[in-house]
Nanobody
């Protein structure tokens, strides 16, 4: 059974930083593209970042470029999202996802975590 478990969310002030982690089990992690998405209340799920299995392809959503960094440790079956210069508009539930092929399309990811809340106060 595939499990993706996010952690590291919380409350932070504007300009602060958080590092999210997503621990994967039940799949051959090193073969999967890993993505981060977020969803704010009343809004659609938004692509944040994705990294290919080898790390040679990385994509970021426009709203987080130059502020967020995705990384992965295949030995630990874990993907990370370092979030810097956080803004109130970054407030959302953040989800990690895994898929063999897709990168930026939420609907094509096979596996999802339950999410972790990030709240940025002004």
């Amino acid at each position: 059974q595939v499990q993706l478990v996010e952690s590291g969310g919380g409350l932070v002030q504007t300009g602060g930083s958080l590092r999210l982690s997503c621990a994967a089990s039940g799949l051959t992690f090193k073969e999967y593209t890993m993505g981060w998405f977020r969803q704010a209340p009343g809004k659609e799920r938004e692509f944040v970042a994705a990294m290919s299995w080898s790390g040679d392809r990385i994509f970021y959503g426009e709203s987080v470029k130059d502020r967020f960094t995705i990384s992965r440790d295949n030995a630990k079956n874990t993907v990370y999202l370092q979030m810097n210069s956080l803004k109130p508009k970054d407030t959302a539930v953040y989800y990690c996802a895994a898929d063999l092929w897709t990168m930026t399309v939420a609907g094509k990811y096979d596996y999802w975590g339950r999410g972790t809340q990030v709240t940025v106060s002004s």
